[in-house]
């Protein structure tokens, strides 16, 4: 009985320490993923200037022919944002296997993969892909807008020289469902959606836009921040989707363990309630012996 004893209390302390840890990384979860929540938020709003910029030279200029042709873009960037941290279940996963099932449906001459987290060149390879690039993650909420203006310069340097129709950019990352569940997603950045560059039927205003600077001038950099908005916003809804699947499986993790703490302290209840009664029979017998 002492043996069985010690091993429920060394199994007790270890349960107990496992549940102080979960604790912990669950707290950190709830508080890391606030700032990049407030970071897409505010990226949006952001976003939501520049598509009006983009409306408004559309709609003096009548539409951009050159942006609009029907062009078949001859090389690909994927960009995938994935984790680096752990402990979030088969997020990984996931997404490799939404790069793969992409690559299989839309084939082309030239594909580069830009990844976000060494983890996720780990499940990526595990599909047969190879990245060209690997970055990592960011590791505060400060570091979603470094990320973004790396690979935008990355972007950049990879379109120089061709046509913007010509080069086909797509962001693969995870964001949130409804019920609070997480889903992937495939956003296709260039060629820039057409609906973004037909005029408008109406101007929501008595006041017509109209602009003074360079045209072309006015357009890259309306094309540059669209793209930096959309890789911003798509890394912050990344972190943010990776901290909540933590936080979700820290919860079922706390769970877990205190159902088993109980259990733990149930058996060393009977235990000592045995032990006990054995003592108390020994002192019984030996009275009447």
Same mark, same amino acid.
């Given at each position: ?38 970071? %897409?938020? !505010?990226?949006? =709003?952001?976003?939501? &200037?520049?598509?009006?910029? +983009? ?6 200029? #009548? ?57 996720? %060149?780990? !499940?990526?390879? =595990?599909?047969?892909? &190879?990245?060209?690039?690997? +970055? ?6 400060? #570091? ?146």
């Amino acid at each position: 009985m002492a043996q069985t004893l010690e091993h429920l209390t060394r199994k007790n302390a270890t349960l107990t320490s496992i549940r102080s840890i979960v604790h912990t990384m669950k707290t950190l979860s709830a508080i890391n993923a606030a700032p990049y929540e407030q970071a %897409a938020h !505010s990226i949006e =709003e952001y976003h939501k &200037t520049l598509l009006q910029g +983009l409306a408004a030279f559309v709609y003096r200029s #009548g539409g951009i022919s050159l942006l609009t042709e029907s062009v078949q873009p001859h090389t690909r960037l994927l960009v995938v944002f994935g984790s680096d941290h752990g402990l979030c279940g088969n997020y990984n996963e996931l997404l490799a296997n939404t790069v793969t099932d992409y690559t299989h449906h839309h084939p082309i001459a030239k594909q580069h993969i830009l990844c976000i987290g060494s983890r996720m %060149a780990n !499940s990526l390879l =595990e599909q047969d892909l &190879t990245p060209d690039v690997i +970055l990592m993650p960011p590791a505060s909420a400060d #570091g979603v807008g470094r990320l973004a203006g790396d690979i935008v310069m990355r972007i950049e340097q990879l379109g120089r020289g061709q046509s913007l129709a010509e080069l086909a950019v797509t962001l693969v990352f995870t964001e949130r469902a409804e019920h609070g569940y997480q889903e992937t997603a495939t956003r296709a950045l260039l060629p820039l959606d057409k609906a973004l560059l037909q005029p408008a039927q109406r101007w929501e205003s008595r006041s017509l836009p109209d602009y003074t600077m360079n045209a072309d001038a006015l357009l890259s950099s309306l094309i540059r921040n669209h793209v930096f908005a959309s890789v911003f916003r798509a890394s912050a809804e990344a972190m943010v989707t990776e901290n909540a699947t933590r936080l979700a499986l820290m919860q079922q993790a706390e769970q877990s363990v205190d159902e088993q703490l109980d259990a733990v302290k149930q058996d060393m209840s009977n235990v000592r309630q045995d032990e006990i009664t054995n003592e108390l029979m020994d002192i019984v017998i030996g009275h009447l012996v």
